[in-house]
């Protein structure tokens, strides 16, 4: 049970960084002179947590993409 708890809140917190990922590429495009390294690195982010919830959806994943990031 703790588990599917956790798990629950895993999912939300992907969702609502997926979402804030999504949100700055567009900010970031709307700008005047974007920032092209910027929106990339920001999409392989946005990637990476989409593949994620996927995973924990239940679809499958490398195991390499299931480990959580390094801390910045």
Known sequence: MDADYAAKG???RL???K???E???AAERARPVP???LIRRL???LLLARDRLAALGG???PRWARE?????
Do not use: S, V, Y
């Not at 959580?68 to 910045?72: V, Y």
């Open 68 to 72: 959580a990031p390094a801390a910045e």
């Open 59 to 61: 679809c499958a994943m």
């Open 43 to 45: 999409t392989r982010e």
């Open 23 to 25: 949100r700055r590429i």
């Open 10 to 12: 895993l999912m939300g």
């Open 19 to 21: 979402a804030d990922l």
């Open 15 to 17: 969702a609502e960084r």
């Open 35 to 37: 920032d092209q390294g």
